[in-house]
């Protein structure tokens, strides 16, 4: 599953992280993925990322930084709310 992508079935087990890195070969983030992830300070994405869905990661409070490939579609949603992302 995750060299397909990343949904709500992983949201759960994130709340509480503070960095993730996701491995070459994640092609997609499902909408509300990391949503709410109040304590998400970093996400660091493989180039291989293609597209990043509704909400993705609205919510997330803490997000400051975040690598989105050039050449990927992002949701005009995907940061709701991410009012420290340096952009």
């Keep these: 599953l995750l060299s397909r992508g990343l949904g709500d079935?992983?949201?759960?087990?994130?709340?509480?992280?503070?960095?993730?890195?996701?491995?070459?070969?994640?092609?997609?983030?499902?909408?509300?993925?990391?949503?709410?992830?109040?304590?998400?300070?970093?996400?660091?994405?493989?180039?291989?990322?293609?597209d990043i869905g509704y909400e993705a990661f609205a919510n997330c409070i803490s997000l400051k930084k975040i690598n989105v490939p050039d050449n990927a579609k992002v949701d005009s949603t995907a940061f709701r709310n991410c009012p420290l992302l340096e952009r």
């Design 9 to 50: 079935v992983y949201k759960r087990q994130l709340t509480d992280i503070a960095k993730v890195e996701l491995p070459e070969g994640v092609r997609y983030i499902k909408r509300n993925a990391f949503e709410g992830c109040a304590a998400l300070t970093e996400v660091i994405l493989p180039d291989t990322i293609e």
